[in-house]
């Protein structure tokens, strides 16, 4: 198609546009042509709310997930010392549990006093719940709801103390109490009671079983079980095993090492008591003879509790009670001399060649502390304080009771190292 002569292409015959436009005019276009787009809601390409509300939801599915990780783990941790128990007793044992005050707003504190110096105007020895401790200087530390105890040790670490209580209708209970005067329950209604040397371990009767378990911050972990016999009862510990006296109206003893299997038979037939180990790790104990009477024996505990070397002469005591200085060299026991009992000491080193015993003092109850080669206390029978010298005991002076300051009498103390 050909363009009209006279116009250019592509053009009308409308009418043409102004291009005289106001500032002003232009002005109220613009404005009106953003209101228009200011009223229409176009979509967000990114939605701030939706995102807050994703990233929370996985922010708590994580720390869920962390949670039931945290929480498989710890389970893991606290059955790990049961598994042994169902293992080789068919059964789940009982739970330990520690029962104590989170509270620590009106503790009783226990309260210390130095041989000599006026009663602490703290709880008195006398009063219901409390037990009075006596180091072997005379020191005294009175602890609060405790009742009355027949053994006491410092927990690991100090910070506090191990206390066995006496024997009850309801059994026997172990209780730590804190040096903030916060008494914990860790074992109640139990048989006999043994604690390890260094407080570590505690090992204890309960129905007809003998356990064992750690102590950590206050509590009791990694328990072990084992069926006994009848009255078996733990006497001590060795290293890592429970010295176990299977029926105390009989002589023997036997070796229980946790982890390793169940009780055996005793394994021995002649030991009546164990006095403690030397530092090569035999053990000093008392022997029954054919003919009625008894002898001290080193016994190696690797071979059986095997009797490696004897020695006969002194009239023992069947109690139990002694003690054997750091050293190995002289034992603390209970015997007579005459018809009169007494604490004798022995000279271990002449246990080959009949040794002989001298009188230390007034018969020993509950523990003998030695403080080193030369030095040990025990309590006597009334309560009072004997410290024996090594070497005044052999010149033929025997050790002398005394009174310990601010204890009422008739009270019974337990004598502790370490206070």
Same mark, same amino acid.
């Given at each position: ?5 006279? @116009? ?34 176009? &979509?967000?390409? %990114? ?60 503790? &009783?504190? &226990?309260?210390? #006093? ?5 009663? #602490? ?50 059994? @026997? ?15 109640? *209604? ?11 371990? %505690? ?29 078996? %009862?733990?006497? @001590? ?38 006095? *403690? ?35 006969? *002469? ?10 054997? #200085? ?9 015997? @007579? ?21 001298? #009188? ?60």
């Amino acid at each position: 198609m050909s363009a009209l002569p006279g @116009r250019p292409d592509n053009l009308t015959d409308g009418p043409r546009r102004s291009y005289q436009v106001r500032p002003d005019e232009l002005e109220g276009a613009v404005r009106e042509t953003l209101s228009h787009q200011v009223a229409v809601a176009r &979509p967000l390409g %990114v939605d701030p709310a939706g995102q807050a509300i994703r990233r929370g939801n996985r922010i708590r599915r994580r720390r869920t997930a962390a949670g039931l990780a945290v929480g498989a783990v710890a389970t893991v941790v606290l059955s790990a010392g049961m598994a042994q128990l169902g293992a080789e007793t068919g059964r789940d044992g009982a739970p330990i549990v520690v029962i104590g005050d989170p509270d620590p707003s009106g503790r &009783p504190i &226990p309260t210390a #006093s130095v041989p000599g110096a006026d009663p #602490s105007p703290g709880p008195s020895a006398a009063l219901l719940g409390t037990e009075t401790l006596v180091g072997v200087d005379g020191r005294r530390l009175v602890l609060p709801d405790v009742g009355a105890a027949e053994h006491a040790q410092l927990l690991p670490g100090g910070g506090g103390w191990l206390v066995i209580s006496t024997q009850t209708n309801s059994g @026997r209970s172990l209780r730590v109490v804190q040096d903030d005067g916060l008494a914990q329950v860790l074992l109640a *209604g139990a048989g006999s009671i043994v604690l390890a040397p260094d407080s570590r371990q %505690v090992a204890w009767r309960d129905g007809n079983d003998l356990l064992v378990a750690g102590v950590v911050g206050g509590q009791l972990i990694g328990a072990a079980r084992t069926p006994a016999p009848a009255g078996a %009862v733990p006497v @001590r510990f060795v290293g890592d095993s429970v010295l176990v006296r299977p029926d105390p109206a009989d002589a023997g003893h036997a070796l229980w090492r946790p982890g390793a299997g169940p009780l055996t038979e005793a394994v021995d037939q002649e030991t009546l008591n164990f006095y *403690g180990g030397l530092p090569d790790g035999r053990l000093v104990g008392q022997i029954s003879t054919a003919a009625g009477g008894t002898c001290l024996a080193l016994l190696d505990p690797t071979r059986g509790l095997r009797p490696v070397e004897t020695g006969c *002469g002194p009239d023992l005591s069947q109690d139990g009670v002694g003690g054997i #200085s750091a050293d190995g060299r002289w034992l603390l026991v209970n015997g @007579r001399i005459g018809k009169a009992g007494q604490a004798l000491l022995i000279d271990l080193r002449r246990l080959r060649s009949s040794p002989t015993a001298v #009188s230390a003092g007034p018969p020993m109850t509950g523990a003998v502390v030695w403080t080193d080669a030369s030095h040990a206390s025990y309590l006597d029978a009334a309560g009072e304080l004997v410290q024996v010298d090594v070497h005044r005991v052999r010149a033929g002076q025997p050790a002398s009771p005394a009174a310990v300051p601010g204890v009422p009498a008739g009270d019974r103390p337990v004598l502790v190292a370490g206070l």
